[in-house]
């Protein structure tokens, strides 16, 4: 039966995702500002003479030309107009790994509908993994993440208990994963959840909300133990315990011992 022509929509882009379809075409996971996560079929792509180039390489930022049609999960992409291929990520693997990440939970974790905050968020801190001086991109990563985590609704809770919601006093305080942010001095000891001091806090609070820059004292094993945590909260909140290879070899340590 035919359904009419399908409509032809131009709009910013991320490449989430790129890998062969058969002999000829690639299959794209795109991140668009105006509909959402797409995924379309470039025909075509793989031959040497391909109109698209090198163009569909993950991480690429550009403008789209989908064809959409809402009876199907697979659109199809005419062009893609580059406009960022973000050559700083490939400089390093700490900035390639931390923006794989922010890719890998755009892609599994977006709403299917529009969301041009998220788009937006995306956007501008693979903007800056690129090009940030070596020594922010740890703290850079962690706290893009978060910003991401919570333009997903998924913010944790720090200046009430996130158990009790309680004012929560200066000083030591737990974290608990599980319940979705800080807890009281009674419920850190009823739960025997990890035990922040006061740095720790404070890194954690300044990172969660966004704030990239190196906080005081900062070193490799503070580093680690704030990856560990924040994977742990997004397998628990977002993940609902799926892999996520990404994730997975960001936290690793055999990369970042060094960073």
Same mark, same amino acid.
């Given at each position: 039966?035919?359904?009419?022509?399908?409509?032809?929509?131009?709009?910013?882009?991320?490449?989430?995702?790129?890998?062969?379809?058969?002999?000829?075409?690639?299959?794209?996971?795109?991140?668009?500002?105006?509909?959402?996560?797409?995924?379309?079929?470039?025909?075509?792509?793989?031959?040497?003479?391909?109109?698209?180039?090198?163009?569909?390489?993950?991480?690429?930022?550009?403008?789209?030309?989908?064809?959409?049609?809402?009876?199907?999960?697979?659109?199809?992409?005419?062009?893609?107009?580059?406009?960022?291929?973000? $050559?700083?990520?490939?400089?390093? @693997?700490?900035?390639?790994?931390? !923006?794989?990440?922010? %890719?890998?939970?755009?892609? /599994? =974790? #977006?709403?299917?509908?529009?969301?041009?905050?998220?788009?937006?968020?995306?956007?501008?801190?693979?903007?800056?993994?690129?090009?940030?001086?070596?020594?922010?991109?740890? $703290?850079?990563?962690?706290?893009? @993440?978060?910003?991401?985590?919570? !333009?997903?609704?998924? %913010?944790?809770?720090?200046? /009430? =208990? #996130?158990?009790?919601?309680?004012?929560?006093?200066?000083?030591?305080?737990?974290?608990?994963?599980?319940?979705?942010?800080?807890?009281?001095?009674?419920?850190?000891?009823?739960?025997?959840?990890?035990?922040?001091?006061?740095?720790?806090?404070? !890194?954690?609070?300044?990172?969660?909300?966004?704030?990239?820059?190196?906080?005081?004292?900062?070193?490799?094993?503070?580093?680690?133990?704030?990856?560990?945590?924040?994977?742990?909260?997004?397998?628990?909140?977002?993940?609902?315990?799926?892999?996520?290879?990404?994730?997975?070899?960001?936290?690793?340590?055999?990369?970042?011992?060094?960073?």
């Amino acid at each position: 039966m035919y359904l009419g022509p399908m409509p032809l929509v131009i709009t910013p882009a991320i490449i989430l995702h790129a890998f062969r379809y058969a002999d000829t075409s690639k299959i794209v996971r795109l991140a668009t500002r105006e509909h959402g996560v797409q995924s379309a079929i470039a025909k075509g792509a793989s031959r040497p003479k391909s109109r698209f180039g090198a163009s569909l390489q993950v991480l690429t930022a550009g403008v789209a030309h989908l064809y959409l049609r809402a009876t199907t999960d697979l659109q199809t992409l005419s062009a893609f107009d580059v406009t960022e291929q973000h $050559p700083g990520l490939a400089t390093d @693997l700490e900035r390639y790994a931390a !923006a794989s990440v922010l %890719a890998e939970v755009m892609l /599994r =974790c #977006a709403p299917a509908e529009p969301h041009a905050e998220l788009f937006e968020l995306l956007a501008t801190r693979l903007d800056r993994l690129a090009t940030l001086p070596a020594a922010q991109v740890g $703290p850079a990563g962690i706290a893009g @993440l978060w910003a991401l985590v919570s !333009a997903l609704g998924f %913010a944790p809770a720090l200046d /009430r =208990c #996130a158990r009790e919601g309680d004012d929560l006093a200066d000083g030591k305080v737990g974290f608990s994963v599980p319940d979705g942010g800080m807890l009281c001095a009674r419920c850190t000891r009823e739960s025997r959840t990890t035990v922040l001091d006061s740095s720790d806090r404070a !890194a954690l609070c300044r990172l969660a909300t966004g704030d990239d820059d190196i906080p005081e004292g900062w070193s490799v094993p503070h580093a680690a133990a704030h990856r560990r945590l924040l994977a742990r909260f997004i397998r628990h909140h977002l993940a609902e315990e799926r892999g996520f290879k990404a994730l997975d070899f960001w936290e690793t340590p055999p990369w970042n011992s060094t960073s």
